[in-house]
C-alpha cells in the first residue's frame, strides 16, 4: 500500500512543478511582450524624430 500512495504522491509533487514553471513561463513571457511593445514605441518616436529631422534639414538646404 505503501508504493502506490507514494506513488499518486509524486504525480501530485510532480503536476505541482510543472504548475510552478508554467506560471513562470506565462509571467516571462508577459515580460517579454511589454518590452517589445516599449521597444516598439521608442522605434516609432526616433523615426518620428528622424523624420522631422530631415523635414528640418531640407528646408535648411531649400533657403540656401
Avoid at 506560471?23 to 523615426?47: M, N
Amino acid at each position: 500500500m505503501f508504493w502506490p500512495m507514494f506513488a499518486v504522491a509524486m504525480g501530485f509533487l510532480g503536476l505541482a512543478v510543472l504548475g510552478v514553471f508554467a506560471v513562470r513561463v506565462f509571467l516571462e513571457a508577459r515580460r517579454l511582450g511589454q518590452q517589445v511593445a516599449d521597444s516598439g514605441r521608442r522605434i516609432t518616436r526616433a523615426a518620428e524624430d528622424l523624420e522631422r529631422a530631415a523635414v528640418s534639414a531640407a528646408r535648411a538646404v531649400d533657403t540656401l
